[in-house]
């Protein structure tokens, strides 16, 4: 099972970024998988999940910013986020469960300048 998170950048405060998760090694139409967010020395946080019957939930913070999706076709997760704010800076990595164990993908940076 692999993840790669990638598609970060530096973008001004206002723009908008396409994160891609791109997975192999598990059935991704059946899967559910998390974007988290890392900001400089701080934890890693749930941003948006798509669940395994394609449900998508999304963290108070960036509600009505941030949308997720699956292509279960070309196994990939996307998370769109728009309106980017500085707090938005920091390493976006996907994760997903696959028979009993948590795999996390190598991340990607953003970071939102001013």
């Known amino acids: 099972v692999q993840l790669q998170a990638f598609g970060g950048g530096v973008v001004q405060v206002g723009g908008s970024l396409r994160l891609s998760c791109k997975t192999s090694?598990?059935?991704?139409?059946?899967?559910?998988v998390e974007w988290y967010h890392q900001a400089p020395g701080g934890q890693r946080d749930l941003v948006a999940n798509?669940?395994?019957?394609?449900?998508?939930n999304y963290a108070d913070p960036v509600k009505g910013r941030v949308s997720i999706s699956r292509d279960g076709v070309r196994n990939f997760v996307y998370l769109q986020i728009n309106s980017l704010k500085p707090d938005d800076t920091g390493t976006y990595y996907c994760?997903?469960?696959?028979?009993?164990?948590?795999?996390w993908g190598r991340g990607t940076l953003v970071t939102v300048s001013s």
């Open positions: 994760g997903t469960e696959w028979r009993g164990r948590y795999y």
């Open positions: 798509v669940t395994r019957a394609g449900n998508t």
């Open positions: 090694g598990i059935n991704l139409r059946i899967s559910a």
